[in-house]
């Protein structure tokens, strides 16, 4: 199957246990069953009432004090939960105004830690996803290690190719792994022509707050070679992208490998004043 997606300019292509934001109880008990911060908690709780509608885009939230009130929590951590949503793009707070709801999506504005700014993924033009293989594994040590992730945990691995238009041959291998508890996606994934990131945010109310980025230079598999050609070369980056949700945890990772001749990666760094 090909999937038509957009230009891929952009920070990223498409974990360790799925989160539901909590239906019942108030944020101090849904604490005891999860190894998250409160305030991470509550802003998944409020990202998900308005997804869900009940916070309207452009209606002000209540109070703080109601909303603390409702949620079982201290206004310090119902503050610190707000500054979460305004930093991710949710509402806009303006002193003595109350806190507005301005969109129903995070911002997809990701910076580097470095303070870099000018990050390409170059494949010279508009490209297409697609789909070969899916299958349920478990991981074994190599793999778990790549993943950040413990051995036997079970997996949902998706293989795929990107390629340029006009071009058959396909510019990189990406391997995206989802925990099993999203492996009900995997009829979707299929024919979604978005990022597969924000179909996991749009179906479990995460919110993908962090991207983690390393490459390495390596041998390309000899399994990938015939898939890339006897022009693609030997050697190979190897791109892998770990997406975090707002509690730190792993929701999807990414193992992208990018033929040497098919591949550039530029990076700019400005100085400050």
């Known amino acids: 199957m090909i999937i038509n997606t957009e230009s891929v300019n952009t920070y990223f292509q498409q974990s360790d246990s799925a989160r539901l934001t909590p239906k019942n109880g108030t944020i101090a008990e849904n604490m005891l069953k999860k190894n998250t911060t409160r305030h ?18 452009g209606s002000l939230l209540p109070s703080e004090p109601l909303l603390a009130a409702e949620y079982g929590i201290s206004r310090s951590t119902l503050r610190a939960a707000l500054t979460t949503l305004q930093g991710l793009g949710f509402v806009d707070r303006k002193q003595g105004a109350g806190t507005r709801v301005c969109a129903g ?40 290690h790549k993943l950040d992730n413990r051995p036997g945990h079970r997996w949902l691995r998706i293989g795929q190719t990107r390629h340029v238009q006009g071009n058959d041959m396909p510019v990189c291998w990406t391997d995206v792994y989802l925990p099993v508890e999203y492996a009900d996606l995997r009829q979707e994934i299929s024919t979604y022509t978005g990022l597969i990131y924000t179909l996991i945010e749009q179906r479990y109310n995460v919110t993908i707050s962090e991207i983690r980025q390393s490459i390495r230079a390596i041998d390309i598999p000899a399994d990938l070679l015939p898939r890339f050609g006897g022009d693609a070369g030997t050697r190979a980056l ?8 707002s509690s730190g945890q792993c929701e999807m990772v990414s193992i992208s490998v990018l033929p040497e001749k098919t591949y550039s ?3 700019t760094l400005t100085r400050k004043a």
């Open 238 to 245: 190897e791109l892998i992208r770990r997406y975090r949700s």
């Open 40 to 57: 991470s908690q509550v802003t998944d709780r409020i990202i998900g009432e308005i997804r869900s509608g009940r916070f309207a885009i």
């Open 265 to 267: 990666y530029e990076i």
């Open 105 to 144: 999506d995070a911002a997809p504005v990701y910076v580097h830690s470095m303070n870099a700014s000018g990050d390409l993924l170059q494949f010279a033009g508009p490209s297409t996803r697609q789909i070969h293989e899916m299958e349920d594994l478990v991981a074994d040590e190599v793999l778990a």
